[in-house]
C-alpha cells in the first residue's frame, strides 16, 4: 500500500497499492471491501480526491513529473499536467477543488497548485529541498511544511515566505491537518518505530504523542474530525488502521 485519498462523502476511498504492479483500488471505508480497481503507472507516487469526484494521480520517475486527474467513477484518465519535477505527494484544499502537488529533485522542491476542474496551474511555491510532506491551511493561504529533519515550516502561498516554524522532535514523515484547521498531525520516527505529534496550530506545540504501527507511510483525517487513518505499507502488505481521537 503506497497512499490512500480522502474519504468521500459515500465512503470511498481509492487506495494506490503495487508491487510489480501498480493499481488503483476502490475501497469502501465503512466495511473494507474493494468494489474495483484500475491499472495505474508503476511511477505513481500519491492520490488524493476532490469534492466532485476528481482524482488526482502523482507521478514521479528519475526525470519528470505529472498529475494525472482521473474520473473518480470509472478510473480514467480526463487529463495529464506535466509538472516540473518528479512528485512527491499530492493532496487537496479544503475547498475541495484544489491540488497542491509536491515535487522535487535532489537540491530543490515546490509545490504546484492544480486545478482539480480543469488541470490548470495557479503557481508554484518554493519549499526546502528535503521536504517530504506538505498540507495547506485550512483558508488556504500558507502550507504547513515538514521536512526529514522533523522541522515544520509554515510558507505564505502568495509570497512564499516562511511565517512560523517549529520541529516535532524526529525524523519527519507525514502530515495531516484535521478538519477545523487547529490541530496537525504529524508523522515522526522510522519505518519500524514511530509515533505522531499531534500539534496545536495555535501554540505551535505538541499537544500529545498518538501511537503508529510499523511501516505507517501515511495519515488522513476524517471529515468529523473524530479518526485518524494510518495508512501502513510495505513490500508484502498493506492495511489501513483506524484510531480514534
Known amino acids: 500500500l503506497l497512499a490512500v ?10 487506495a494506490l497499492a503495487g508491487a510489480s504492479g501498480t493499481g488503483l483500488f476502490e475501497l469502501d471505508s465503512a466495511s473494507g471491501q474493494v468494489h474495483g480497481s484500475v491499472s495505474v503507472s508503476n511511477a505513481a507516487r500519491s492520490v ?5 469526484g476528481v482524482v488526482g494521480l ?8 505529472a498529475l494525472e486527474l482521473r474520473d473518480g467513477r470509472t478510473g480514467k484518465t480526463i487529463t495529464t499536467v506535466a509538472l516540473p519535477a518528479p512528485a512527491r505527494q499530492v493532496v487537496v484544499g479544503s475547498d475541495g477543488t484544489t491540488f ?3 515535487t522535487g529533485w535532489r537540491k530543490s522542491a515546490s509545490v504546484t497548485i492544480v486545478s482539480a476542474q480543469n488541470g490548470k496551474l495557479h503557481g508554484s511555491v518554493p519549499v526546502p529541498a528535503d ?4 498540507v495547506p491551511d ?9 521536512q526529514k529533519t522533523g522541522l515544520v515550516d509554515e510558507i505564505g502561498i502568495s509570497g512564499g515566505k516562511i511565517t512560523a516554524k517549529f520541529t516535532v522532535g524526529a525524523e519527519g514523515m507525514y502530515i495531516a491537518l484535521n478538519p477545523g484547521g487547529n490541530t496537525l498531525y504529524v508523522l515522526k520516527g522510522t519505518a ?10 495555535a501554540t505551535e506545540s505538541v499537544r500529545s504523542v498518538l ?9 488522513l483525517v476524517s471529515a468529523s474530525g473524530s479518526q485518524l487513518y494510518e495508512v501502513v505499507g510495505t513490500p508484502g502488505y498493506g492495511n489501513i488502521q483506524v484510531l480514534a481521537l
Open 5 to 14: 485519498a480522502e474519504p468521500q462523502a459515500n465512503g470511498i476511498m481509492w
Open 48 to 52: 488524493a480526491e476532490s469534492s466532485a
Open 58 to 65: 502523482a507521478l514521479g520517475t528519475s526525470s519528470s513529473g
Open 100 to 102: 497542491y502537488v509536491l
Open 131 to 134: 521536504t517530504v510532506s506538505i
Open 138 to 146: 485550512i483558508q488556504q493561504a500558507s502550507l504547513y511544511v515538514l
Open 192 to 201: 519500524a518505530v514511530a509515533n505522531i505529534a499531534e500539534v496545536n496550530v
Open 211 to 219: 501511537p503508529a504501527p510499523s511501516y505507517c507511510r501515511g495519515l
